[in-house]
């Protein structure tokens, strides 16, 4: 006699509840992730130290620290040049770790989920 009902493929409901906790897990596991990275600081440098910048997970500029010798009212295009530099490198920084923290929540899933 055949079996009536259920779900297709031989799918039990307890596999199915099984499958639906653990995406929940996996989701409040990227919340805490995401929320702790937002609270991380990351710096980065530029001409030897003389520039540094400062941004939050959030990718927000949170502080600028410029050398005096650095500042120079007859070279400022370096000194713009030496920030862009310092805040590119702490924005790669924030991407890095974003990317490692999802990286080694999904397993290396890499392209996402398969639906």
Do not use: Y
Not at 34 to 59: D, M, P, R
Not at 77 to 82: V, W
């Amino acid at each position: 006699m055949a079996k009536r009902g259920g779900f297709p493929g031989g799918m039990m409901p307890g596999n199915m509840n099984n499958l639906m906790k653990q995406a929940q897990k996996m989701q409040r596991q990227m919340e805490e992730n995401q929320k702790a990275l937002q609270e991380k600081e990351f710096t980065a440098a530029a001409g030897g130290g003389a520039v540094e910048v400062t941004i939050s997970g959030k990718k927000e500029v949170t502080k600028v620290k410029l050398a005096e010798e650095v500042v120079d009212p007859d070279d400022i295009e370096m000194l713009e040049d030496l920030i862009m530099a310092a805040t590119n490198e702490a924005l790669r920084k924030v991407e890095e770790e974003s990317a490692a923290v999802m990286s080694k929540l999904t397993g290396g899933l890499g392209g996402g989920f398969p639906f």
